[in-house]
């Protein structure tokens, strides 16, 4: 009876080994055994979807300030902050050699905008809601946003207390390999959806662009893990992938949760899987070694009693008043042997 009790933590053992191999770190047993069973799969957009490095697309200012005088009050008010879109500003404007000024009294609100001084001035920078929580006057500059969101850029408002100064998009590459691994997942059965904090107009123009058929925007970072539950409240087994810090509680959150490798240190600690090579495909991969390794599970406990209930009642006599069958010892010993090397080597394949 050793094969029954190989026939699951040997399978288990040999499915981590080979998501190691693959590049997928599985951190428990349990990770490997739910991922058979997900039915819906939610990505968050930037950074696992997306390269995570936006770029500056387009500078519209108001009409009697010069695009670089914009630019230079971007950067100046982005600098302190971390957000990848505050950051590829920065980068634009030392592209052009611009000089940037400190700023003061910095106010970041997580999912809107920021606030800070410069040169005397106060000044706002965001999102729509952001300006219109300020009763900012958006003028002109509204439409101009929404058309560059339907080319699925993310636009950001730049405004002193009173009106708009200007309009930045930028722009955030989709990985190569994003298309492919949706479509994968897709073809599994699953259910894709796109978690992102970007505008509607911007989410659905990436929607369409990878053939997405669910997606979640204007999602606040700390709203995410409730997007999850609600999900999870529907009767849906969900897997999250992420990578940032305000991925953790949704991955945790999650029946499976699975970080890219190149997130953050706290996704990574909050993950049931890390894909190390930062390529969705490797989800896809994941839940096909998940399904494999059940099935090898379910095959591997069939032959371990099938070998009992027909070993055991010869062994124990059961058929020698009738048919005067017997099992000796000896060939007992290498029936349990060659049961267990049967387990084992079904694992393996």
Not at 2 to 29: D, E, F, N, R, Y
Not at 47 to 57: E, K
Not at 224 to 242: D, F, S, T
């Amino acid at each position: 009876p050793c094969a029954l009790g190989l026939a699951t933590p040997v399978a288990i053992m040999v499915g981590t080994g080979q998501g190691a191999l693959h590049g997928i770190l599985i951190k428990s047993a349990e990770a490997l055994e739910t991922a058979h069973s997900l039915d819906t799969v939610v990505l968050d957009k930037t950074g696992t979807i997306t390269q995570g490095q936006p770029a500056v697309t387009d500078v519209i200012p108001k009409s009697d300030l010069a695009p670089q005088e914009l630019l230079r009050i971007a950067a100046s008010l982005e600098r302190p902050s971390e957000h990848p879109l505050a950051e590829a500003i920065v980068a634009k404007a030392e592209e052009e050699a611009l000089e940037l000024v400190e700023v003061q009294d910095f106010l970041a609100v997580p999912g809107r905008g920021i606030r800070a001084q410069l040169e005397g001035t106060t000044y706002l920078a965001g999102n729509l809601a952001f300006m219109r929580e300020n009763r900012i006057d958006l003028g002109e500059f509204a439409a101009k946003a929404d058309e560059l969101a339907e080319q699925g850029k993310t636009p950001m408002y730049f405004a002193d207390t009173e009106r708009v100064l200007g309009v930045i998009a930028a722009a955030d590459p989709v990985k190569p390999t994003s298309q492919q691994a949706i479509s994968e997942l897709q073809a599994l059965g699953l259910e894709v959806i796109m978690l992102t904090g970007d505008n509607r107009r911007t989410a659905e123009a990436i929607r369409r662009q990878l053939q997405l058929r669910s997606v979640l925007s204007e999602v606040l970072p700390e709203d995410k893990e409730r997007e999850i539950r609600r999900l999870q409240e529907q009767g849906k087994a969900v897997a999250m992938v992420g990578d940032g810090i305000n991925d953790a509680p949704a991955l945790a959150r999650a029946d499976v949760g699975i970080a890219i490798g190149a997130g953050t240190d706290v996704a990574l600690e909050s993950a049931d899987i890390v894909l190390v090579k930062n390529d969705l495909r490797d989800v896809v991969t994941a839940i096909k070694l998940s399904k494999a390794t059940l099935r090898n599970i379910k095959q591997n406990l069939f032959w371990a009693f099938f070998y009992n209930s027909l070993g055991i009642p010869l062994a124990a006599g059961l058929f020698y008043p009738l048919l005067g069958w017997r099992l000796s010892p000896m060939y007992a010993a290498a029936a349990m042997s060659l049961s267990s090397i049967f387990v084992v080597t079904n694992a393996l394949r």
